[in-house]
């Protein structure tokens, strides 16, 4: 029960502050430094390098010593780039131009016969399509009817009797060979 009064109080409490101070805009979560004026914030510095060496003894800065002979010699070395290995570089770099010259190439081939490949499937597409008209134009114009009445007619045809109609069955094969004239 106590828990329920407190919360209530806090609850109630900070409304009042809301409504009664106008430092709160609704919608903001940005708290304003003087919210509370009594309050006195430090300045914070950052302390010299100096000041840190002072405050920390232990901690010495160490001095440069002077190297040897033997010892500049080899820092000398290892840092040097010698002749072989400027040859071997170079040589890598060349194997790197010359494969960056023949992938752009072969990229360009592939460029050029895609292309050209788009190219033929256009003008097939074309050519089909003129074709398909033409196949169209043709069917259409042939007349069945006038074809029948032009062989009974002009050429003297007639259809055929039942003795004249022979009669086969397949045997399985897809075509049919002819030996002899039939008569």
């Known amino acids: 029960m106590a828990r329920t009064e407190k919360y209530t109080d806090t609850a109630q409490s900070s409304s009042r502050r809301r409504s ?3 430092s709160y805009v609704q919608g903001s979560a940005v708290r304003k ?4 004026p009594g309050r006195a914030y430090p300045e914070r510095r950052v302390p010299s390098r100096r000041e840190r ?8 800065v160490r ?20 002749r072989g290995f400027v040859m071997f570089f170079s040589g890598v770099m060349v194997m790197i131009l010359l494969c960056s010259i ?11 016969r895609i292309k050209e490949v788009a190219a033929l499937e256009s003008e097939y597409t074309e050519l089909k399509d003129e074709n398909d008209a033409y196949y169209n134009e043709v069917i259409s114009s042939v007349d069945l009817n006038e074809i029948r009445k032009t062989a009974l007619g002009e050429l003297e045809m007639q259809y055929p009797t039942d003795n004249q109609t022979m009669t086969y ?3 399985g094969s897809s075509y049919v060979r002819q030996y002899q004239d039939i008569n």
């Open 169 to 171: 069955s397949m045997d």
């Open 20 to 22: 009664a101070g106008a």
């Open 33 to 36: 430094l003087e919210e509370s």
């Open 63 to 82: 001095k440069a010593v002077p190297l040897s002979r033997q010892a500049r010699r080899n820092r000398e070395k290892a840092e040097a780039m010698n």
């Open 53 to 60: 060496v002072e405050e920390f003894p232990e901690v010495q």
């Open 102 to 112: 023949y992938y752009l190439r072969l990229k360009a081939d592939l460029t050029t």
